[in-house]
């Protein structure tokens, strides 16, 4: 096969088949191709008034040496690469007791992994599994009590189930290929396998999740919801689990927390497990209306259903701090995220027609030790609990979150009015002055950071934008040290720190692969 890159396709013209366009860009007859496949597509809007889908495709040929012989650029034989060996084809030692703390991305690739490997395992959420998720989620948006144990940061598929699904594009890596295969498996859309920046959607994902448990489940291995492990320590060669007041032994233990399990990280270091601060970033959540993302981004072809809605990322480097877009939601709406009470928590979500009137994404600034005020290992997460005490109260204490003009953040003062962009954080929502939530050194690298974003981006910086605060969880505040080969946890013999709460992972798709990852050490281990 032959694959072929920088295919260019207008928007304008039909997109739904591309032997046309292979033919002339291998300078052969229609008849010649055989079958295609697409393997990447991205948009190239550089020229607004001339934006084309761009394609790397697989093309079967009758007379490939001849093609060859023309030194066509892009266009090269294409190299097979081979996936891991099949893991089902081997022999494990299935008298080892294996537990999976946490059913989010990386605890479910990783239970699927072992599943398909016929090596049974226990997974153990201390949420509730997706469809009584969901329920209590609603519950939260509409009467404000908070289910600490079940909620947009815990419970089946993770924090990532309440998102906008968004897949960081790993398929060059082996497991990253088998990772979106099983997720189109499960009921994603199939454009995830080839698209620039691929997404799933909320309204999908929950689908996604129920189906992957179903098949965990129907292989052998068992998952308990509501089940919060609440001490972990070594014991022989194991360790013994506190689960529902009963202590259970496993010989192995991947810990797949997620970055919000603030409790059992603090369980960890009051029992010795080495932890170490690690930088992550806090900010705000900015609203935009998605028609003027739209159209700052295509221009005159804003319209063209073809390139759907419109994303962003942005980032800026002032003298001391570094400032970014992340985790940006089109067409989508903030959502309250609190896992804990007396704080406010916001995230941002679509679903996967990315069809409501506002774009929203996070707006972060780095922080590290000197913003935390202490070496303490755990001071990271003080830090953002105080932060997060700061917007609960900002909003009236009462899980309303509180809301600023950009404008007025600019010019320091409290929000009395708004302009064309309302908010979509579903509780309800305070006028505030986000400014006393961080310091001035934080501040003012927002400030420079949102005009060095309009020039980035026409309407970044409109005076109307929305901020809501406050954005605390983009990744995890400490790492629990592991070794570089082994992947166990340095001083807890036989205990897998893996994904975003431990530390090794930033979005759905690493921490599915980092999942993986220590699913194939464990099986190297016991394999016979």
Same mark, same amino acid.
């Given at each position: ?22 033919? !002339? ?34 093309? %079967? ?34 008298? +080892? ?87 189109? %498996? ?127 990322? @942005? ?65 990271? !997460? ?30 320091? +003062? ?10 979509s954080y579903p509780i309800g929502v305070t006028y505030s002055n986000l400014r006393s939530v961080f310091s001035e050194e934080i501040n003012e690298a927002f400030i420079e950071s949102f005009s060095k974003f309009g ?11 929305? @901020? ?57 281990? !016991?394999?016979?």
């Amino acid at each position: 096969m032959l694959l072929v890159s920088q295919l260019k396709v207008s928007i304008n013209d039909d997109n739904t088949d591309l032997t046309n366009f292979i033919s !002339i860009k291998l300078r052969v007859s229609k008849a010649v191709i055989l079958d295609y496949s697409i393997q990447r597509r991205s948009i190239d809007a550089r020229r607004k008034d001339d934006i084309s889908f761009v394609y790397s495709v697989l093309v %079967k040929v009758k007379g490939e040496k001849g093609i060859l012989t023309k030194s066509i650029p892009n266009v090269a034989k294409h190299v097979f690469t081979y996936d891991d060996i099949d893991l089902s084809k081997l022999q494990y030692d299935k008298d +080892k007791k294996i537990a999976i703390i946490g059913f989010g991305p990386a605890g479910m690739f990783s239970a699927l992994s072992f599943a398909q490997a016929g090596v049974n395992v226990t997974v153990f959420e201390r949420g509730q599994e997706v469809d009584k998720r969901i329920h209590t989620i609603e519950q939260f948006n509409s009467n404000r009590v908070l289910n600490t144990e079940s909620n947009i940061q815990f419970g089946e598929g993770g924090a990532g189930t309440f998102s906008d699904g968004k897949l960081t594009n790993r398929k060059k890596d082996p497991r990253g290929k088998w990772l979106f295969n099983e997720l189109v %498996k499960a009921g994603a859309p199939e454009e995830i396998l080839y698209v620039h920046n691929p997404h799933i959607g909320t309204d999908k994902l929950i689908k996604v999740v129920k189906n992957i448990r179903k098949e965990i489940i129907e292989l052998g291995s068992k998952i308990q919801f509501s089940s919060k492990v609440t001490n972990i320590t070594p014991h022989k060669e194991g360790l013994h689990l506190d689960v529902n007041g009963e202590t259970q032994y496993f010989d192995y233990v991947i810990l797949a927390i997620g970055h919000s399990s603030r409790d059992t990280i603090e369980m960890l270091f009051n029992n010795k497990c080495d932890i170490v601060q690690k930088p992550f970033a806090v900010g705000f959540r900015i609203e935009h209306k998605q028609s003027m993302i739209n159209e700052s981004q295509f221009g005159s072809s804003h319209t063209n259903e073809l390139l759907g809605a419109a994303e962003y990322k @942005l980032t800026h480097q002032t003298k001391t701090k570094g400032v970014y877009t992340f985790c940006m939601c089109p067409g989508g709406w903030v959502v309250p995220s609190s896992s804990e009470e007396g704080m406010v928590v916001t995230n941002g979500m679509s679903e996967y027609k990315r069809d409501r009137v506002n774009a929203n994404s996070a707006v972060l600034v780095t922080v590290s030790t000197e913003d935390f005020g202490s070496e303490h290992p755990l001071a990271g !997460i003080e830090f953002q609990r105080s932060l997060e005490r700061k917007a609960f109260t900002l909003g009236g204490s009462d899980y309303s979150a509180p809301i600023q003009t950009l404008e007025d953040f600019i010019n320091n +003062k409290t929000t009395t009015s708004l302009g064309d962009v309302l908010p979509s954080y579903p509780i309800g929502v305070t006028y505030s002055n986000l400014r006393s939530v961080f310091s001035e050194e934080i501040n003012e690298a927002f400030i420079e950071s949102f005009s060095k974003f309009g020039n980035k981006l026409i309407g970044f910086d409109n005076k109307d934008a929305l @901020l809501t605060g406050v954005e605390s969880r983009s990744s995890s505040p400490v790492r629990i040290t592991r070794d570089k080969e082994t992947l166990q946890s340095i001083n807890f013999s036989n205990m897998y720190p893996t994904g975003e709460g431990a530390g090794y992972a930033g979005g759905i798709v690493s921490a599915a692969i980092d999942g993986i990852k220590v699913t194939h050490k464990i099986l190297e281990k !016991i394999r016979l």
